[in-house]
């Protein structure tokens, strides 16, 4: 996370030298495989991944995001849609979790409302799941 965030505010910067630098203050906290295919994944495909987050909200203009949650959006989304690996729920309460911990005021809430949007508009949407979780939510 905190490589794709610096990245997006120093898009010309060369991304292996922020990782590495990330790498090495965070180190013993690191899974590299992890790291290297989500930064390779987030920007190889990042034109999609905006234009997913552009449709979750579109009142809010990409540009008026604040950094660390469109970071956290861009991450979970790619979790959603290119990581077979990782439920997609688990993606979504890790960013929530993420915004909670490093976003603003109302960032988790937020959070939580576009990966929802973008999850159920998704191929992975499993609509039972969700009707069975809700039945067990009311008991």
Do not use: H
């Amino acid at each position: 996370m905190q490589t794709l965030y610096e990245w997006d505010f120093r898009p010309k910067t060369d991304i292996a030298e922020i990782r590495e630098r990330n790498i090495e203050n965070y180190n013993e906290d690191v899974d590299n495989d992890y790291i290297n295919q989500m930064i390779e994944n987030v920007i190889g495909k990042i034109k999609e991944i905006d234009e997913q987050i552009t449709k979750a909200a579109p009142e809010w203009p990409l540009e008026q995001i604040a950094g660390i949650d469109k970071t956290i959006l861009r991450i979970a989304i790619c979790e959603i849609l290119y990581r077979d690996d990782i439920p997609p729920k688990v993606a979504i309460n890790e960013a929530v979790e993420l915004g909670k911990t490093f976003g603003g005021e109302n960032s988790s809430k937020f959070i939580n409302g576009v990966l929802g949007t973008v999850y159920r508009q998704s191929a992975r949407y499993n609509k039972e799941e969700d009707t069975k979780e809700e039945t067990n939510d009311n008991q």
